[in-house]
């Protein structure tokens, strides 16, 4: 089965390179497709601090991409674990979410701060943050996990 997926939008700005660290020195600003929305898309968005941005790694070649365990970052000093147990850029689908806080919303355009996507990503969703769909209970990650993303905001 195969599913299509049409951008709503795409990144300009931001970084032209994806590096692994230092995103949240980033701004971008994800400019919707006029072909297929209205500026009232975003109306009510600019009420919310924070929005998740479901986007593709479009640069990331189908022969890299990775479907079985790994070091992340290819640090053997961390365990290997499957590709479902960490978020690097490889991974079947390249499927991307991140959580950006707002800057501005004007038309079609929204501005967000530490979007880890390149300029001209393809952006396949915009969710506002609701707390009510934050995690419930207690969050438990390995210590590889907090280590990788030490620097990475």
Not at 48 to 77: M, N, W, Y
């Amino acid at each position: 089965m195969s599913i299509e997926i049409v951008p709503i939008g795409f990144v300009r700005g931001g970084r032209a390179e994806a590096r692994d660290d230092d995103w949240d020195r980033e701004q971008a600003v994800i400019e919707l497709d006029s072909g297929q929305f209205q500026p009232d898309a975003l109306a009510g968005l600019k009420d919310f601090s924070h929005v998740e941005v479901l986007f593709h790694f479009h640069q990331v070649a189908v022969d890299k991409i990775v479907s079985a365990a790994r070091h992340p970052r290819g640090r053997t000093d961390w365990p290997k674990v499957g590709i479902f147990a960490q978020r690097g850029r490889v991974r079947p689908n390249r499927l991307a979410v991140t959580v950006c806080p707002i800057i501005a919303v004007n038309g079609l355009s929204l501005t967000v701060q530490g979007l880890d996507a390149i300029d001209g990503t393809p952006v396949f969703d915009l969710k506002p943050y609701l707390s009510g769909f934050a995690p419930r209970g207690e969050i438990k990650e390995p210590g590889w996990a907090k280590e990788i993303m030490a620097d990475y905001w």
